[in-house]
């Protein structure tokens, strides 16, 4: 057959994608498939969860993930970087100095945050230390 019927649509691709984790939940890479496949369909709260399911088999140890678990749950929060979504893209810039995703959102969240960035595009290790004092008090 052609045509549209001989397609699968995409929410059953991503449907028989989540059953076949329900089978092999240890399954990295159909995680983070999960989760760009989420954010494509712009349901973000299923997006979190599957990056956050990657994360874990991963040990928390891989600044890709967490970049883009990060820009999950930005974009599910709708709102600025900050909080969970900026200590994650700090965290993957730990990880790996040259992800550009985490280069752009951390970026993003110096200027949102009116501190001058890093060449890394986190906030300079100064203003760091200078919001944690100031908040501290």
């Not at 299923?46 to 990060?70: C, M, S």
């Not at 965290?91 to 009116?114: C, D, M, Q, S, V």
Request: net charge neutral; hydrophobic share 35%.
């Amino acid at each position: 057959p052609s045509g549209s019927d001989a397609t699968p649509s995409v929410d059953a691709m991503v449907a028989a994608l989540e059953e076949r984790l329900q089978q092999n939940p240890d399954d990295i890479a159909g995680w983070k498939m999960l989760g760009r496949s989420s954010i494509q369909l712009q349901n973000y709260p299923r997006a979190v969860r599957a990056f956050e399911q990657a994360l874990q088999r991963e040990g928390g140890n891989n600044g890709d993930t967490l970049a883009e678990l990060g820009e999950a749950v930005l974009l599910e929060s709708g709102e600025r970087v900050n909080g969970r979504p900026a200590e994650l893209f700090e965290a993957a810039l730990a990880l790996t100095p040259n992800n550009p995703k985490a280069l752009f959102y951390g970026g993003i969240a110096a200027i949102e945050r009116n501190e001058p960035a890093s060449p890394n595009g986190a906030a300079t290790p100064r203003r760091r230390r200078q919001r944690r004092t100031a908040t501290s008090r």
